[in-house]
């Protein structure tokens, strides 16, 4: 069974920096695709960043410049690098894995963790 924990998230103002971390198990890591998703209250969910099994990486554009994807094979960790942090950054931000390879930002995520808030204040 995969599971995906994610932690690192906080408040902090405008212009601040946070990492999340998301700890994975139950599954051979370098075989997937995963990500980085956000929920702000009222709003969809969007995907902010993903990583393949080679290392490309994929931004939203509302981060790109900002915000550094990176994953860490031995310790089965995903990291999310956020910098320059932004009011409309608020949201919270889930952790995605799936067997499906392909690099994308779309929600076809089959595991999910379950979230950790991030708030930006002006």
């Known amino acids: 069974q995969v599971q995906l924990v994610e932690s690192g998230g906080g408040s902090v103002q405008a212009g601040g920096s946070l990492r999340l971390s998301c700890a994975a198990s139950g599954y051979t890591y370098s075989s997937y695709c995963m990500g980085w998703f956000r929920q702000a209250p009222g709003k969809e969910r969007e995907g902010v960043a993903a990583i393949d099994s080679d290392g490309s990486t994929s931004y939203a554009d509302s981060v790109k410049g900002r915000f550094t994807i990176s994953k860490d094979n031995a310790k089965n960790t995903l990291y999310l690098q956020m910098n320059s942090l932004k009011p409309e950054d608020t949201a919270m931000y889930y952790c995605?894995?799936?067997?499906?390879?392909?690099?994308?930002?779309?929600?076809?995520?089959?595991?999910w963790g379950q979230g950790t808030q991030v708030t930006v204040s002006s």
């Open positions: 995605a894995a799936d067997y499906v390879v392909a690099l994308r930002l779309t929600l076809d995520f089959g595991y």
